[in-house]
Each structure stands twice: as structure tokens, then as C-alpha cells.
């Protein structure tokens, strides 16, 4: 509970922000429908009024009919390819995503303070999540530029000349999750619009707010009909939209239950392309040779960074019986060292946006500790309305829900092994697939350990937390983690198809392609090289 008058000033929200706008067809139209509360994790008293859930703005609910008329401002501004956007030269727009990330960057601290107050990250992360996005587009832009000197030629065999390139894929409706509501959720929305596709674009379930200081570039930066953003319940916007079998790119990042049901309601399923970054239980493995204190250091913002409200966190621990008393005992002592505390306060521990989080965490820990597993720590599984201090579960079995279930919060399960073969195993089996990370210093044991991992997960760390960053590399998962894998480069490539003008090599044609490249009359068949 903070007093308001003890929130800098900065940070402070005098009173509660209403979002009452939406874009379609390029418009910023006003939406005077109902509206749905965003209540904060965060409990403030002001005089004698106390807050358990600070009320921090309304958002519109929208339904089926908005719904609908994205789909039909995003169909039309396709026009089945042949829309002034897909068909645009590659250097214009470019030059609207160059506007929209000036636009963008003048939002940074609305944004920025929106993030503490809505999801309750803390100020360093906040601002994390605003330069990282902010860098990701330039990074982006970069990267098409490349994409497009690469292309900028023609190959010839076996007497047929072609000029291949990568064309949009049509209509893309994009769904971000709540821990990451800007980044993840450009991470799908940039590259889908920059590669010539049209969108619709609905806000988490938290994170919602924080979109409106960005609807106005959104309208404005680009083409009518190119980015639509709408807001409400998941069920009731997006699932008209996916029944209409117009969407060709399902990009959502969030649990495969959603994805898989999102799905089902596409009448064409082969015509849907998917771009899915789905859950995970990233385990870490603690080897007899791994250097405690770095260890240790890594594993405490591994599992608890963000609350472990990450899909790359650490959410099970399997340390090696010789060393899991030393590792345990300090373990433990940091994790009990946490601070809870405000967004602003820049603690890693801060309340916890989804409402019965505490109460869900509580029941994993009810039920390992009914089937044998002990909290390790002093202060695990202190409870207060909106946080549930982090817990060390140990020992923690398969028969626990702990040891299935993607926790996405506070609580730490630890198993111990004396055979490597135990936790290779246990990955195998696992339904996630997306990262571990590895901890030794022995060669002999770490060589074919990798080895191994590589070929179960996607992502290997060693000594290292898990992460998705640099957003350079590849970030993928298999088996219920992702489908289709994302990157600066690979998403580029996630939203479009290559497509290409081939013809025999005659006069004739090269006639014709000597008229259209010398006049620049197509906006497709072009050798300009981007600067
Ligand atoms: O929630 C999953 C995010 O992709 C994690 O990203 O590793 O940068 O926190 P991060």
C-alpha cells in the first residue's frame, strides 16, 4: 500500500484516463459504447479513500460489429494485393514506419509510466521495454533495407531470368501478451506491416491503456486501412474475426489453448498462416562444476525477473546432489534478501497484475507441499492481496502441479538429480521446448550436454539466464513453445512469402524488363538499391 502523495510526482496519475478512441480506416473514430475498468495492482490510500486496486482509466469493450469492421477496413486496404499499401514501393513505407517510430518515441514517458501502473513493471524494465521496442523497429527497418538490396537483381538458369522477392501475405490479425504489451506485441505487428500486409491489432488483457498515446501515428503514418486498432475481450472481437476466413496470418503471442482455439474457428485452416510464441518451462541445469555465486545470481533473475512473468523465465531448477545444499542455502538467502515494492521504487518484486495470481501460486504450493515438498525459503509464500512472496519449492516431483504447469509467476520448483540422464529425460518429455540454461565449468560434462540440448530446445544459455534478447537471434520453440520462429530478420520473413517475375531470356522480355527498370515503371521489378 503506498500513500499518493508519495509517488513522484512523474509517476503519479491524478485521475483516471479514459481511452475512447479505436482506428479504423485510417481514422481515429470515438467510441462512446461500453467500456471496461483497468484497475492497477497497485493499492493506494489518498486521505481516508484506500485503493485495493487503483482505478487508473476505462477502455472501450467493443463487439462483434467493430469486430467486423476491421476485418472489412483491413480486407479492403489489401484489395486482395492489389492495395495501395501491398503493391508500395519498399522505400515509402519504409518511409511510414520511419514516421511512426518519430511519432513513437515522443510517447516514451506516458508510456513508460502506463507500464508501472498496468502490469506493474518495474521503472528500469518499463523503460527497457520502450527503448528495446523503439530499437527493434529501427533495427527492423535496417534489416528490410538489406532484405531488399538482397533482391534488387535477377538470377537466370536453365534460360529462365527471375526477379525474386518477398510479397506480403494479406491480412493479419495480432494478439500480444499482457507481460510484454508493447514489445511482443511490435515484435509481431512491425515487421507483419512493414512487409506489405494489413492488420488488426487488439491490445492483452492488461497493457491496454498504454496503446492509446500511440493510436494517433497509428491513424495518421500510414495508409487508411493498414493498421486497425480495436479493443475488448479476446472471445468477442477476435473470434468473429477468425470465423470469417479472411485472415491469412494468425501472429499471437500468448498460451497455445488460445492459439489452438483461435484456430479451430478459420473455415480454411491451410490458408492460415501462424506465427505463435506460446508457453514455456525453461529449466536451468546445475552441474557439480558451476560457479555458485554466478550461478545463483543468474537463477535469482532467471526465475524471479519480472515476478517470473516471462515466457523465457526459469521455471523449474535441477541441481546436482552434491552441490544442492550450497546451492539451495544461498538460493535461498537472495531470494529472501528481495525487496517488494513499487514500479518507480525499481524492485525486482512488484505486485502482480492478474487478480487470483496470489491464489493460483498458493495452490501450487498447497499441493506440493501436500505430496512431500518442503518452501526452503524463510519468507516463501508470505501472502498480501496482490503478491505472494516467492516460494522454493523442494523437493518437487511429477506428481506435482508445479512440476507440469507453467507457474508464470512467483514460485520456484527445485528437483535434484545424480544422473544427467534425469533431466535430459524429463526435458524430452516435457510439452515445452523453448530454452535451458546451462551451469558448469567442466568441458567434458558441458560438450555433450549441448549436444543434446540443442536438439530439445531452441536455445541453449550457458551460465546464463534465459532470455529472448539480443532480438537479433533467432527466439523459436518446439513442440507446444512457438510455431514459426522471431527475430529482426526471421519475422520478415515469418510475414511474407517469396514471390517472383520469371521469364524466358529473349529479346523480347529483356526488352520489356529493360523499359520497366529504366522507367521504374513497377514498384515490384526494381533494381533501385535502398541507401
Ligand atoms: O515473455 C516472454 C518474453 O519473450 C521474454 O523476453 O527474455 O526479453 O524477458 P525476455
Given amino acids: 500500500m503506498t500513500h499518493v502523495n508519495t509517488i513522484p510526482e512523474a509517476y503519479q496519475i491524478k485521475s483516471p484516463l479514459t481511452l475512447s478512441q479505436f482506428v479504423i480506416e485510417g481514422q481515429l ?53 492489389r492495395g495501395q499499401w501491398p503493391t508500395m514501393k519498399v522505400g515509402e513505407r519504409i518511409k511510414c514506419m520511419e514516421q511512426f517510430v518519430v511519432q513513437m518515441a515522443t510517447k516514451r514517458d506516458e508510456i513508460v509510466k502506463l507500464l508501472m501502473w498496468e502490469i506493474g513493471k518495474n521503472l528500469s524494465d ?11 523497429i529501427y533495427d527492423t527497418i535496417d534489416a528490410y533495407k538489406n532484405l531488399d538490396r538482397e533482391s534488387a537483381k535477377f538470377d537466370k ?224 509464500g508470505e501472502r498480501s492481496s496482490n503478491y505472494i512472496f516467492p516460494a522454493v519449492l523442494y523437493p518437487v516431483t511429477e506428481d506435482m502441479k508445479v512440476y507440469h504447469e507453467e507457474q508464470f509467476g512467483p514460485v520456484i520448483p527445485v528437483k535434484s538429480f545424480s544422473d544427467i540422464n534425469m533431466p535430459i529425460n524429463e526435458m524430452s518429455e516435457s510439452n515445452y521446448g523453448q530454452q535451458v540454461s546451462v551451469f558448469g565449468t567442466n568441458t567434458q560434462e558441458l560438450a555433450p550436454l549441448i549436444d543434446t540440448l540443442v536438439n530439445l530446445v531452441c536455445r541453449v544459455n550457458l551460465n546464463s539466464a534465459c532470455q529472448r534478447g539480443p532480438d537479433v537471434y533467432p527466439f523459436s520453440g518446439r513442440k507446444d513453445s512457438a510455431v514459426s520462429t522471431l527475430s529482426v530478420n526471421d519475422a520478415l520473413r515469418a510475414f511474407s512469402i517469396r514471390t517472383f517475375l520469371a521469364c524466358k531470356d529473349n529479346e523480347i522480355n529483356k526488352s520489356i524488363l529493360r523499359t520497366m527498370l529504366q522507367e521504374r515503371q513497377s514498384n515490384f521489378v526494381s533494381t533501385d538499391y535502398l541507401l
Avoid at 126 to 136: G, H, I, P
Avoid at 205 to 220: Q, R, T, Y
Avoid at 240 to 260: E, N, Q
Fill in 29 to 81: 473514430k470515438h467510441w462512446s459504447g461500453p467500456t471496461a475498468e483497468v484497475r492497477s495492482p497497485i493499492q493506494t490510500v489518498n486521505g481516508d479513500c484506500v485503493m485495493q486496486e487503483t482505478l487508473v482509466g476505462h477502455v472501450p469493450q467493443m463487439g462483434e460489429k467493430e469486430a467486423v469492421q476491421a476485418l472489412k477496413s483491413a480486407c479492403e486496404a489489401y484489395d486482395r494485393g
Fill in 157 to 380: 538458369v536453365g534460360g529462365v531470368r527471375a526477379h525474386i522477392r518477398r510479397g506480403p501475405l494479406g491480412v493479419v490479425l495480432c494478439l500480444g501478451p499482457y507481460n510484454y504489451p508493447l514489445n511482443e506485441t511490435f515484435s509481431l505487428l512491425i515487421p507483419a506491416i512493414i512487409m506489405g500486409n494489413t492488420t488488426i491489432f487488439k491490445p492483452a488483457k492488461f497493457g491496454v491503456l498504454l496503446i492509446a498515446p500511440l493510436l494517433e501515428a497509428f491513424a495518421s503514418c500510414f495508409p487508411p486501412g493498414v493498421v486497425n486498432v480495436i479493443f475488448g475481450r479476446g472471445r468477442e472481437v477476435a473470434s468473429p474475426i477468425m470465423k470469417s476466413g479472411k485472415i491469412d496470418v494468425l501472429a499471437l503471442i500468448g498460451h497455445s489453448s488460445s492459439a489452438v482455439a483461435l484456430q479451430d474457428l478459420h473455415p480454411n485452416k491451410n490458408r492460415l498462416r501462424l506465427v505463435l510464441g506460446l508457453e514455456a518451462k525453461n529449466p536451468a541445469i546445475i552441474l557439480p562444476s558451476a560457479d555458485m555465486t554466478q550461478t545463483v545470481s543468474e537463477c535469482i533473475s532467471g526465475t524471479l525477473s519480472f515476478n517470473g512473468q516471462r515466457c523465457t523465465a526459469l521455471k523449474i531448477l535441477y541441481v546436482h546432489e552434491d552441490i544442492k545444499e550450497i546451492f539451495l542455502k544461498q538460493f535461498c538467502n537472495k531470494v529472501d534478501e528481495l525487496k517488494l515494492g513499487m514500479p518507480w521504487e525499481n524492485t525486482l518484486l512488484t505486485p502482480l497484475p492478474e487478480p487470483n495470481k496470489p491464489d493460483y501460486i498458493q495452490s501450487l504450493i498447497d499441493d506440493a507441499l501436500s505430496k512431500g515438498a518442503k518452501i526452503m525459503n524463510k519468507k516463501g
Fill in 126 to 136: 518499463s523503460e527497457k521495454e520502450f527503448d528495446r521496442t523503439v530499437e527493434y
